[in-house]
């Protein structure tokens, strides 16, 4: 069984900086991807980002771009997100998934973290 564990969370002000980690257990995900999601009060859940495992390609949502940074680790079977210039709007619970791809124009994903609390202040 997959299991998801993100770290990471918590407060800060506008404009600093969070890193989150996700390690998976349960299989390893070789040529998939593996993504953050991140749903704000009121929202639906949105794509954040996603990386290949194995050829380290990269996708990012564009309110993210150039902000945040996707990376993985394949010996510990983890993804990291490193948040800088964080924004108000980036408050939201952040969720690891995997296997992330997508469908039509959307992305999802078969697994779901438990989800890390993200708060920016103004």
């Known amino acids: 069984q997959v299991q998801l564990v993100e770290s990471g969370g918590g407060l800060v002000q506008a404009g600093g900086s969070l890193r989150l980690s996700c390690a998976a257990s349960?299989?390893?995900?070789?040529?998939?991807?593996m993504g953050w999601f991140r749903q704000a009060p009121g929202k639906e859940r949105e794509f954040v980002a996603a990386i290949v495992f194995n050829t380290g390609s990269t996708y990012y949502a564009d309110s993210v771009t150039g902000r945040f940074t996707i990376s993985r680790d394949n010996g510990k079977n983890a993804v990291y997100l490193q948040m800088n210039k964080l924004k108000p709007e980036d408050t939201a619970v952040y969720y690891c998934?995997?296997?992330?791809?997508?469908?039509?124009?959307?992305?999802?994903?078969?697994?779901w973290g438990q989800g890390t609390q993200v708060t920016v202040s103004s």
């Open positions: 998934a995997a296997p992330t791809y997508t469908r039509g124009n959307y992305w999802t994903a078969d697994y």
């Open positions: 349960g299989r390893t995900f070789g040529g998939y991807a």
